[in-house]
């Protein structure tokens, strides 16, 4: 499904069963196998992420226009797995190998914010997405990252601030 008829069935989700029913049919076997193959024990969890994304589709009130699709797709089902191991506290290990077969886009999905989170170093780098894209707390990171409490609340401070020190440089040379 190419992102404009992807787009044209989203738009029209809330008013049309034929707009759910493509979206469901092109995409739910390939979040099966997606999750599946991406986790250890993804296969216990496949069919929940997947239902569980076309419940969030449906309830979503301000649909976006997407740009790479599969990519969108993938990443949504992705936060609700981790959501739902966090949750069910069976943390899984990512396969490796899958993760070079992963779609590699010219664009990065964050827009500019990969550009400066990209500037920081790795382990500022896993606890700013652990925080924001895990939605895992400082506490947990500490533990999870073998790191003391105070190392990530200290790494987190500082780089939002280079962050917004960068944003206003490039800004600035904008103008």
């Known amino acids: 499904m190419n992102r404009i008829e992807f787009n044209y069935h989203l738009k029209k989700l809330n008013n049309s069963n034929d707009s759910l029913e493509a979206i469901y049919n092109f995409y739910y076997s390939r979040i099966i196998s997606f999750i599946t193959h991406k986790y250890d024990g993804g296969a216990i969890i496949a069919h929940d992420v997947a ?12 649909k976006p226009y997407v740009t790479y699709p599969t990519a969108w797709i993938y990443k949504c089902c992705d936060h609700i797995a981790l959501k739902l191991l966090k949750v069910e506290r069976k943390f899984s290990e ?8 992963t779609p590699n886009l ?4 964050y ?6 989170i990209s500037q920081l170093d790795e382990l500022t780098q896993k606890i700013i997405k652990m925080l924001y894209i895990d939605n895992y707390s400082a506490l ?8 003391k ?9 500082r780089a939002i601030k280079k962050i917004k020190n960068l944003y206003i440089d490039v800004t ?4």
């Open 140 to 147: 947990e990171i500490s533990e999870i990252l073998n790191v």
């Open 51 to 62: 239902q569980e994304f076309f419940h969030y589709l449906i309830r979503m009130q301000n």
């Open 149 to 157: 409490y105070g190392t990530v609340r200290q790494k987190h401070a």
């Open 106 to 109: 010219e664009e990065s999905m």
């Open 172 to 175: 600035k040379s904008k103008i």
């Open 111 to 116: 827009g500019e914010l990969d550009v400066y």
């Open 94 to 101: 990512i396969d490796e190998s899958f993760v070079a077969d």
